[in-house]
């Protein structure tokens, strides 16, 4: 069975400093997402691709993140620099990218940041 | 603007009791609905979603959830607990007009007693 592939899946760094998360989507998904998870808390979206695009970075804080997904495939996140308060899971999904109700999103197994 | 709201940030049950964890929504259009669970230190998993077709949506491991439009409710069900649905549930909302855009409720994490 396909699934959504994350690295690293544990990633400890100091705050000021750069990190980056990469996701490969279940193939032929047009659709990719970054989502935060803050511990006890559900899931927030980040940002939402339709192959290249951005097609949603509403609630992406651009003034330290940043993602691209260039050739419409796999995708990477970007932290820079990295504060306390981005402790958290960042989980990637991807989906077929249709309209229908019937499209579903599929989760990887998500990064664990740490930032002491 | 969409919502849901998990009641009960814990919910603990015998092995063999009936599992029973309660939603509600908030949507100003006809919502899609879903149940996702989630175990430690992995993503998260579909375990069933509703979208306006029958009120009664069966799903994945037993599970089962109602839609009540008259109450703005999707309660998440199960028979019979066993010790490895022990895990992280979360309720969560769309619509048609932005079915990508799913809102996630803080969740439930669900403890099963011996």
């Known amino acids: 069975e396909a699934e959504v592939a994350q690295s690293p899946r544990y990633k400890i760094t100091e705050k000021s400093q750069a990190v980056a998360f990469w996701c490969d989507p279940i193939s032929g998904h047009a659709t990719l997402y970054w989502y935060r998870q803050i511990l006890g808390q559900g899931p927030e979206l980040l940002v939402q691709?339709?192959?290249?695009?951005?097609?949603?970075d509403s609630q992406l804080p651009k003034d330290r993140f940043s993602a691209e997904r260039l050739k419409g495939v796999d995708s990477t996140l970007k932290i820079q620099p990295a504060e306390l308060g981005d402790s958290a899971m960042y989980l990637c999904?991807?989906?077929?990218?249709?309209?229908?109700?019937?499209?579903?999103?599929?989760f990887g197994p998500g990064t664990r940041l740490t930032v002491l | 603007a969409q919502s849901v709201t998990q009641l009960g940030s814990h919910v603990s049950v015998s092995e063999g009791a009936l599992v029973l964890l309660r939603c509600n929504y908030s949507?100003?259009?006809?919502?899609?609905l879903f149940w996702y669970v989630q175990y430690p230190n992995q993503g998260l998993q579909l375990l069933l979603k509703y979208t306006s077709a029958a009120t009664l949506v069966k799903g994945i491991n037993g599970f089962e959830a109602e839609f009540k439009k008259s109450e703005t409710s999707f309660h998440l069900t199960k028979p019979s607990a066993h010790m490895s649905d022990a895990a992280e549930y979360f309720c969560?909302?769309?619509?048609?007009?932005?079915?990508?855009?799913?809102?996630f409720g803080s969740g439930t994490r669900l403890s099963i007693r011996p």
């Open positions: 999904a991807s989906s077929r990218g249709w309209t229908e109700n019937t499209d579903t999103q599929y």
């Open positions: 949507s100003s259009v006809p919502p899609y």
């Open positions: 969560a909302v769309s619509s048609y007009s932005s079915a990508s855009k799913i809102i």
């Open positions: 691709f339709q192959d290249e695009s951005v097609v949603d």
